[in-house]
């Protein structure tokens, strides 16, 4: 059974710099799971923000970027602002056509 | 612009079935695979169920593996999720996604509620 890691929360303060995890209970990260972040709302569906380990969604600013650190993916928001407070899901493409999302990082600005 | 509509949900019993559907709109429906995600209420993203974009090639999470089924008619730009044997846990708001020529979710709707409760 895959599983797959996130924090559970997290917090930042305005105008500072988050880095958001993604790992395997088991393994490596690599970019051949495609790692993908999500950011999500309360009652709102959820937002691409990064796919293909790094590249930003349509629109999404050049503040949030993903990269990834030793052995795991990481979501970076650099100058973060009240309005990214938001539940940050990542997800990895397993090999035979599936995908796992982590359990979420509940990100809070203060 | 991207459209994606769900419908279908409600309240069903233990053992019952729905047919949940995703009425899409500003892309060619058929260049692009599609997803079943759901998010239990106050829990997390579970993938469901992918589906080519001919239709051809399907795959399933294990805990809905024999018991979902998921198509598309792309003559109507639809896409459907059949949930069969239904159970308390598969309670949740169920959202379509576009999945372009890659590996992840692009575009999503803004779900339709599955509540399966006696």
């Known amino acids: 059974q895959t599983v797959v890691t996130q924090e559970p929360s997290f917090s930042v303060s305005p105008g500072g710099t988050v880095t958001l995890t993604c790992g395997l209970t088991?393994?490596?990260?690599?970019?051949?799971?495609?790692p993908t972040w999500y950011q999500q709302t309360p009652g709102q569906a959820p937002r691409t923000l990064i796919y293909s380990t790094n590249t930003r969604s349509s629109g999404v600013p050049d503040r949030f970027s993903g990269s990834i650190l030793g052995n795991k993916a990481a979501l970076t928001i650099t100058g973060a602002q009240a309005d990214d407070e938001s539940d940050y899901y990542c997800?990895?493409?397993?090999?035979?056509?599936?995908?796992?999302f982590g359990g979420g990082t509940k990100l809070t600005v203060l | 612009e991207v459209q994606l509509l769900e419908s279908g949900g409600g309240l069903v019993q233990p053992g019952g079935s729905l047919r949940l559907s995703c009425v899409v709109s500003?892309?060619?429906?058929?260049?692009?695979?599609m997803s079943w995600v759901r998010q239990a209420p106050g829990k997390g993203l579970e993938w469901v169920a992918d589906i080519s974009g001919s239709g051809a090639d399907t795959y399933y999470a294990d805990s809905v593996k024999g018991r979902f089924t998921i198509s598309r008619d792309n003559s109507k730009n639809t896409l459907y999720l059949k949930t069969y044997s239904l159970r308390a846990e598969d309670t949740a708001v169920y959202y379509c996604?576009?999945?372009?020529?890659?590996?992840?979710?692009?575009?999503w709707g803004q779900g339709t509620l599955v509540t399966v409760s006696s």
């Open positions: 088991s393994g490596s990260v690599s970019t051949g799971y495609y």
């Open positions: 997800v990895l493409y397993m090999s035979g056509g599936s995908w796992v």
């Open positions: 500003g892309f060619t429906f058929d260049n692009y695979a």
């Open positions: 996604a576009t999945r372009p020529s890659g590996s992840y979710f692009e575009s």
